[in-house]
């Protein structure tokens, strides 16, 4: 019997999407992980287990280009291993009227650069990263592939009857990415959809508190749910919107359509990737035309909702990202 590929992974594994990819590449190969540090105090036993399981293993699998993905990298160099990092969406990004992305702080930048010019192959879930990469980091781009995260429409599926719910997900806690999510003006938008109930998820801390200010009473802020209580909320919600001012491929977005949402969505990168011509796009930060879209998407008899699960189901399936994942790694295996 053949020996399996051994694949030291890099990541934390409690993110869903993460989890997802650990998940896959296990069932094909060999896979070893640790958790990441937490507190300084960590770094030096984490090098340590990490340059020893490097130097055993063939690959080093990493998600986003940050610190963890720079050091796992640095020694596959080392010991002449192969690397792959996958990149979602902060870590390409320079947006400083936000102070937002890699590229905004030189102690994310340093990590990123380096990343970008000594890994083997940068995997983006959206073409518009690779754009991104090539201008902020000043590289040529040659090692960068577009492999979409996939999802798994048998989990992510309509069930009870929709209610005029609109729903965004959004994990966050900190302020500073309020805007960043367009949180803010969802909550706004609240004041003139009384029909509806508007519902953010995943809201916690001073975000949280911050946004309670400003909501009025058919607004409803739910702290981090897991998938399965996330689920139920986007079965009833019959709207999803995705108001971010910059984006990836967004995970929520798109388990949202598969669940036959309606999705309002800003004219950005990876939302307009996932949306394509199954919903409605606004400006980032019109309020009006969010009030306008959500009440056109909340009154509609057709059903766009169901041409957005088949879109997400003919673009973005979990056997797409499964078939490029093995690939890749075995691609890169051969040229070694």
């Known amino acids: 019997m053949a020996k399996k590929i051994r694949i030291f992974f890099v990541g934390d594994v409690t993110d869903s999407f993460i989890k997802r990819d650990y998940e896959i590449l296990k069932n094909y190969f060999d896979v070893n992980v640790i958790q990441l540090p937490k507190k300084r105090i960590g770094w030096l036993k984490y090098i340590f287990i990490l340059a020893r399981n490097v130097k055993q293993c063939d690959l080093t699998f990493s998600w986003f280009a940050d610190i963890y993905a720079m050091v796992a990298v640095f020694f596959s160099k080392l010991f002449g291993i192969k690397s792959i990092v996958v990149v979602g969406g902060s870590d390409a990004a320079y947006v400083p009227e936000l102070k937002y992305g890699a590229f905004t702080k030189i ?95 995943g809201i916690k801390a001073e975000a949280k508190s911050n946004l309670e200010k400003i909501s009025s009473k058919n607004v409803e802020l739910v702290e981090y749910l897991p998938e399965t209580e996330l689920i139920k909320y986007y079965q009833m919600a019959k709207v999803y919107c995705q108001l971010s001012y910059r984006e990836g491929l967004p995970n929520s977005l798109c388990e949202a359509m598969l669940c036959e949402c309606i999705p309002v969505g800003t004219d950005v990168q990876g939302v307009r990737t996932a949306i394509g011509d199954a919903g409605f796009y606004v400006n980032y930060g019109n309020l009006k035309a969010t009030v306008d879209m959500i009440k056109k998407a909340l009154a509609l008899k057709d059903n766009l909702g169901k041409k957005a699960r088949d879109r997400i189901i003919k673009f973005f399936p979990v056997e797409r990202r499964k078939n490029g994942l093995v690939k890749t790694i075995n691609d890169l295996l051969v040229e070694k």
């Open 107 to 201: 102690k994310t930048k340093i990590p990123a650069i380096y990343v970008y010019k000594s890994v083997d192959k940068v995997l983006v879930v959206d073409l518009a990263l690779k754009e991104d990469i090539i201008k902020n980091a000043k590289v040529s781009g040659s090692n960068i592939e577009y492999l979409p995260t996939g999802y798994d429409s048998d989990y992510w599926k309509p069930k009870i009857k929709k209610e005029n719910i609109v729903l965004t997900v959004a994990p966050i806690d900190d302020i500073k990415r309020i805007k960043l999510k367009g949180l803010d003006t969802f909550v706004k938008a609240a004041r003139q959809i009384q029909e509806a109930k508007l519902i953010v998820v």
